[in-house]
């Protein structure tokens, strides 16, 4: 991603109650210096979003309960 964008943010999702846990990311690519100080109120109107539906872990982790609960 570094060669085609010059600025790359990682930011964690709070997608729990408990906020000391992270589940996803939300990796952010631009070409122009964000201010990411307030996430929350990301204008996102004109921006490409990719979204990765693919979760291999999800995929690991239901055949294994599917074995351990046969």
């Given at each position: 991603m570094k060669k085609v964008f010059k600025y790359i943010y990682v930011v964690p999702c709070d997608t729990t109650i408990d906020s000391d846990f992270f589940q996803n990311n939300m990796v952010i690519a631009s070409d122009q210096?964000?201010?990411?100080k307030n996430t929350y109120d990301l204008n996102l109107k004109d921006a490409i979003?990719?979204?990765d539906d693919?979760?291999?872990v999800d995929s690991l982790v239901d055949s294994t309960i599917a074995l351990v609960t046969k």
């Open positions: 210096k964000l201010d990411l979003i990719l979204t693919y979760s291999p």
